[in-house]
C-alpha cells in the first residue's frame, strides 16, 4: 500500500517530536537510517530493553517478542519505551527479518523450539556470553546448528546493558562481530555504526 503524502507527513513529525522528547532526556538521537526496516529483539531482560532503546533512538522501528507479553509491562520498567511495541515471540519474527536473540544460551531450544519453520532466512544476531569458555561449539554456533536456513551473526556481547543505554558510560565502543556470512556481518557493522559503536569485523565463526 501506498502511503499519503498526509500519511508521510505525520509520521516525520511524529518522528521529530520523539527526538526531541528523547533529547530532553539526556538521549542521543540519530537520523533515521535511509533503508528503514523493523528490528526484533526477542527477550525482556535488562539487556534486551537496553538494546531496544538504543535501536529506538538510532532510528529503527523496534519489536519486542516475549514468550508472555501479557504479563510484561515495559512502560512501567523503563523511560522511553512506550513507542516500543511489544508482542509474541511468533509475531516479533512474522514482523521482524533481522532479529536479536538476548536470551541465555541454555534457553535457546525452550524459547524458538516452537518457531523453528518461521526463522528460516532470517538474520539472528547472538548476543549471548558463555560463563566460561566451550570446548565443542561456541554459542553462535549452536545456534546456527539449531537453525540451519537461518543466518547467525555473533555481536554486541561484549557491550554491557548499562554502556548500551547510556552513552556517556566511558567503556569501550567497540562491537566485535563474527558470522559465516560476509554480507550480513556488513549489514550488522552498518547498524552498530548507526548506533554509535565501532565495528570490528573478526570473520567466521571459528574466532566466537
Known amino acids: 500500500m501506498i502511503e499519503s503524502e ?19 532526556k539526556g538521549c542521543t538521537v540519530m537520523d ?8 526484533g529483539v526477542i527477550g525482556t531482560g535488562n539487556f534486551a ?5 538504543r535501536l529506538y533512538y538510532a532510528g529503527y522501528d523496534v519489536v519486542i517478542g516475549s514468550r508472555k507479553p501479557n504479563e510484561r509491562n515495559i512502560m512501567a520498567i523503563g523511560e522511553c519505551l512506550c513507542d516500543i511495541t511489544l508482542t509474541s515471540i511468533d509475531d516479533c519474527i512474522k514482523q521482524s527479518k533481522l532479529l ?27 548476543v549471548s556470553n558463555r560463563d566460561s569458555p566451550s570446548k565443542t561449539d561456541s554459542n ?5 546448528n539449531l537453525l540451519p536456513k537461518a543466518t547467525v551473526v555473533k555481536a554486541f556481547n561484549v557491550i554491557s546493558a548499562y554502556a548500551m543505554e547510556d552513552e ?16 550480513c556481518r556488513e549489514r550488522i557493522s552498518s547498524m552498530a555504526r548507526d548506533m554509535g559503536f565501532h565495528p570490528v569485523d ?4 571459528e574466532v566466537s
Not at 100 to 125: G, P, Q, T, W
Request: with cysteine; aromatic share 12%; proline share 1%.
Open 6 to 24: 498526509a500519511d508521510m507527513n505525520s509520521k516525520r513529525d511524529y518522528f521529530i517530536w520523539t527526538k526531541q522528547f528523547a533529547e530532553l
Open 32 to 39: 533515521k537510517p535511509v533503508n528503514d526496516r523493523t528490528v
Open 49 to 53: 530493553r537496553a538494546l531496544a532503546k
Open 100 to 126: 536479536f536473540l538476548a536470551v541465555h544460551a541454555e534457553n535457546y531450544k525452550d524459547c524458538l523450539s516452537r518457531h523453528f519453520d518461521r526463522l528460516n532466512d532470517r538474520i539472528i544476531v547472538d
Open 140 to 144: 553462535a554456533e549452536y545456534l546456527q
Open 168 to 183: 556517556s558510560v566511558s567503556s569501550s565502543k567497540q562491537v566485535f562481530l563474527a558470522s559465516n556470512d560476509v554480507a
Open 202 to 205: 573478526l570473520g567466521g565463526f
